[in-house]
């Protein structure tokens, strides 16, 4: 149906004339006339009758005019909402990430986005490094924030920062008075670490094995806190992301971060997003905020 036509009875119906309908809408008279006999038509039946120089509705109309109420109603709320998620100003970007780039890379990246799009809204879901893993949460993420470039060509990568690596030791530790470690100095060390199925645990081993070593992982977390957890509790050193300035990991502790003298000893953060769907305005507008930001070199510091 012609949701003009539609919009048009409904005016006629509370009482406003085909002449103030027409000025309103900048129809002719005679066009919002045939629209109407043209609903009229689709219906099967009367909808409307002459009363003296007004219309009004006949007993089919007001039975007609409470649903067609509700169905604009719902139409509208639908506009409106499909107008908001496609507005930058007020969309929604859903975005994965990996857990350790939840604590300074997307937190800087989304209040500084929203400093220019206040009413931007975000969802967030939580990926980790998995060699097998899919992108963007097989699909379900418009952009993801990760260490991984993918092998799918039905995704777009580039890179937002290398991240250097260090060797976490507890305070306690021979390597806590040094500034620097190369890891051969580490061979004869237990080692905490990610599960195999973790990128970064083999870009630890790959480390290892070049400084001439296999690393001898005592224990193995599934994730970056849990890593450091068994560090501070002085059953091994770690390879992990280096803390970054105003992130829990780089407040004073029971665990210090010493830099790897290595050549490779860092991880490359990548944004990766839909190389076949088209993203939504509050989605792209992030994802060039993300670029802007990354080549203008304006990423949170490496804490000292």
Known sequence: MDTDALRWFQQ???????????????????????ALA????????????????????????AVFKPHLDAL?????????????????????????FQQSLGTWL?????????????????????VRDELNSVALDGGNADLEIGSRRFPDVSVRTERLALEPLRLA??????????QRV???????????????????????????EAAGFRADVVFEGDDLPNVRGFVAAGLGVAVVPAPRAGSPEAAPGPVVHRVIGDTGAVREICLTWSADRRLLPAAEEFRRHALRRAASGRLPAVAE
């Open 72 to 96: 604009l109603h719902h139409l509208d709320d639908g506009i409106a909402a499909v107008s908001q998620l496609t507005d930058p100003g007020t969309g929604t970007v859903v975005l994965a």
């Open 38 to 61: 043209r609903l009229e038509a689709e219906i099967g039946t009367p909808l409307l009758r002459r009363s003296g120089r007004t219309l009004r509705m006949t007993h089919a109309g």
């Open 12 to 34: 006629v119906a509370d009482g406003t004339t085909v002449t103030e309908v027409s000025e309103l809408v900048g129809v002719t008279q005679s066009g919002v006339s045939r």
């Open 182 to 208: 190369r890891l051969a100095e580490a061979a004869g060390e237990p080692f905490i670490g990610l599960l195999p199925t973790s990128a970064l645990r083999k870009l630890t081993d790959d480390l290892c």
């Open 106 to 126: 997307v937190p800087d990246l989304v209040r500084s986005f929203r400093a220019g799009y206040p009413g931007a809204g975000f969802r967030f879901i939580v």
């Open 169 to 178: 030791v507890p305070r306690e530790h021979r390597f806590a008075g040094q």
